[in-house]
């Protein structure tokens, strides 16, 4: 506990130094097959050279003279020798059964390295950070070019690979956990959760660092997010640092550090590799050349933690060390607390942004095509109408497959896996919309940005919805919560309120969750049913979401517009004027976003007055028998619509010539 406080009060002094490459170390031993898999190994058939991680069993005194010649130049922190030491990984060389021992011999050795030059300088404590690294596959990304929903490994596989990981890590004592090199944040997210796990389970906090990579000068990641989405993506956990590795070099990751620098509460971190790779794929920029770039970062105090990846030595860390001393550590801005969501893209949902539109028709139960699309397995046709929303101006996409015909977890992840292959949808965040909580972590379990769930709610009372809004939590998405609770839907304007104080109260005092990722819906419900006790819904949401926005902290707002106009089912002109002048209100009253038909929403303006007196009416409430005389107006338009439709049916029995003149 005590190292843990220490490192985040020297980081507010000064820039703290990680150590370089320890591939390029083990290199210059010239190690043999024999060397790396020793007696022990004799009987492994695969072949063990270049498996480094082994050696940390085979060969520790090695690990810990490289160890030592980090420490002797200055690293401030350590990393582990077990940037390959998950089970993923290692089954290329058969060592599955080892992970566990790699993980808890090489904190062992790493640990003990550290506390020796901690005792020699001891006004310049050492830590030791666990590498975690990508493993050789990607959650979020397929790696069959025929087959874009087909993933090597889940995001169950890299869970419990990671959880062992990070035990034998734990267990053997390192300060830090460093989730490095990511490359797909899916894998990142799981690595996360794990850790997490592992903690509770060893009954032992350490603190997490986690760093990407942007391997391409169009500034995104391999899996395609920009730094910006990559931060909202992990940004759930209470990071000590989160940053950038390896690469292309110092000066090309400048901009992305820079990014990161502006918008991460955590601590920023950079270490790259030595330069552009060389022809032979090899990195070979001196400490001085690459001394300039490290300068020029530290000179714009972008940074709070620095050092090499590939190709650098204790050379050039002895230079980063220099300048690191003579460098002022950034200091973190204070940031208002902002809803951030994310698909490949990042998506700031704050005052100055306008209404969220949520895209509805990717629903089985809300659109008949998406749901006939989806039974007839037709899922290029079914993704065209997710695109279409994104064109339309979906800024969210929500997607629902409950279906008492369907078997919704199944359809769930084959639809997610391939819709996060198309990056003109997966550009967007995703709404996961599902009754059944095991089709929404099914859901979570396949994007790599930070979704929403849709929803839960304190509809089976309160241990269920700790239990899931805590799961949420880890998964990094933000929720939904509906008015609901033991006793039923909320109603009434103070039954909204109540419900949603309650679930807030619960959230963010017990369960810790970020109430800037909580988005209250309070029930969008059908009026001008004909009933009078449905005539004041629209009031009692709109008044509800006002109260909300004014009395439970940096929450947001949300509805299912459509469920408003249910009663005009097949007229889409009134639906849409309905919609409209509703939005017009709920959005002053505070509504933050929505779930609409994108692409169907009037303007306000455009409205035909007559009918926008009507819907207003009725909306606000303001008359006994507003609803009849809509219901009236819209008879009257449906006839006028149908006496269109003869006309258009007559035309067609004219003359070729008289139907191309129509
Ligand atoms: N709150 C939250 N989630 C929700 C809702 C909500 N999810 C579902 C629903 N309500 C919002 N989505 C829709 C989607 C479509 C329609 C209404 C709400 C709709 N569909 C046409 C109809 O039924 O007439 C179907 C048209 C067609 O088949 O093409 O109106 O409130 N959190």
């Not at 942004?353 to 028709?361: S, T």
Request: net charge negative; aromatic share 8%.
């Amino acid at each position: 506990m005590n190292r843990m406080i220490n490192i985040k009060e020297i980081l507010k002094t000064r820039v703290l130094v990680l150590d370089g490459a320890m591939g390029t170390m083990i290199q210059e031993y010239n190690l043999q097959e024999s060397d790396f898999r020793t007696n022990r190994f004799a009987n492994i058939t695969a072949n063990q050279q270049g498996n480094n991680d082994l050696l940390s069993v085979t060969q520790s005194a090695i690990i810990q003279a490289i160890h030592e010649k980090y420490l002797e130049v200055g690293s401030d922190i350590i990393e582990t020798n077990t940037f390959n030491a998950n089970r993923i990984s290692m089954a290329d060389y058969e060592m599955e059964g080892l992970v566990y021992e790699m993980n808890y011999e090489s904190a062992k050795i790493a640990r003990k390295a550290a506390d020796k030059y901690s005792a020699k300088t001891p006004n310049k404590p050492r830590f030791v950070a666990g590498s975690i690294g990508p493993t050789n596959k990607a959650a979020s990304m397929s790696s069959d070019v025929n087959n874009p929903g087909y993933r090597a490994a889940s995001y169950d596989d890299f869970f419990e690979a990671y959880q062992e990981q990070i035990e034998g890590l734990i267990a053997g004592g390192v300060d830090l956990l460093l989730i490095e090199t990511v490359f797909d944040t899916l894998n990142a997210k799981a690595a996360l959760f794990a850790a997490n796990e592992a903690m509770k389970k060893l009954g032992k906090q350490v603190l997490v660092m986690v760093s990407g990579t942007i391997t391409d000068q169009s500034g995104r990641t391999l899996s395609g997010q920009t730094p910006e989405a990559f931060l909202s993506s992990l940004s759930h956990v209470d990071l000590l640092s989160i940053g950038f590795n390896c690469a292309l070099g110092a000066e090309q990751m400048k901009p992305y550090i820079k990014e990161l620098s502006e918008k991460s509460r955590f601590n920023v971190s950079a270490y790259p590799n030595a330069g552009l790779p060389n022809e032979f794929g090899e990195y070979d920029e001196s400490p001085h050349e690459m001394g300039l770039q490290i300068k020029q970062i530290l000179d714009d105090q972008t940074v709070n933690i620095i050092g090499g990846c590939c190709g650098t030595t204790p050379a050039h860390i002895e230079h980063f060390v220099g300048l690191a001393e003579k460098a002022n550590a950034r200091k973190i801005p204070s940031l208002a607390t902002e809803t951030v969501l994310s698909g490949l893209e990042a998506l700031r949902i704050n005052a100055e942004n306008n209404f969220i539109n949520i895209g509805e028709r990717t629903n089985v139960a809300g659109s008949r095509k998406f749901a006939r699309l989806i039974r007839e397995k037709k899922y290029e046709e079914a993704l065209s109408i997710a695109r279409q929303q994104v064109e339309n101006g979906a800024q969210v996409i929500d997607i629902n497959l409950d279906d008492a015909m369907l078997d919704a977890k199944s359809e769930m992840q084959t639809f997610l896996n391939l819709l996060v292959s198309e990056p003109d949808i997966a550009r967007v965040p995703v709404m996961i919309d599902s009754s059944d909580f095991e089709v929404i972590e099914t859901g979570l379990k396949c994007l790599q940005g930070k979704a929403i769930v849709n929803s839960i709610s304190l509809k089976e009372g309160e241990e269920a919805f700790r239990q899931h809004a805590e799961k949420v939590k880890n998964y990094g998405a933000a929720v939904v919560v509906m008015a609901f609770e033991e006793q039923g839907q909320a109603v009434t304007f103070e039954d909204k309120i109540r419900i949603s104080e309650r679930a807030y109260r619960i959230l963010v005092d017990e369960i810790k969750f970020n109430p800037a990722d909580i988005i209250f819906d309070v029930n969008i419900l059908t009026i001008a049913t004909g009933m009078s006790e449905h005539d004041n819904y629209a009031v009692d949401f709109i008044q509800a979401v006002k109260w909300i926005k004014e009395n439970l902290p940096y929450v947001k707002t949300s509805g299912g517009i459509s469920n408003l106009s249910f009663a005009f089912r097949g007229n889409n002109m009134v639906r849409e004027a309905m919609h409209s002048v509703f939005l017009f209100h709920a959005i002053k009253a505070g509504l933050d976003m929505g779930i609409v038909n994108a692409g169907m929403l009037q303007v306000y303006d455009d409205i035909e007055p007559n009918l926008r007196e009507l819907a207003t009416n009725v909306i606000l409430n303001k008359e006994k028998d507003a609803a009849d005389k809509l219901i009236d107006y819209a008879q009257q338009v449906k006839n006028e619509d149908a006496s269109d439709v003869q006309k258009i049916a007559e035309w067609r029995t004219d003359s070729l010539e008289e139907r191309l003149v129509y």
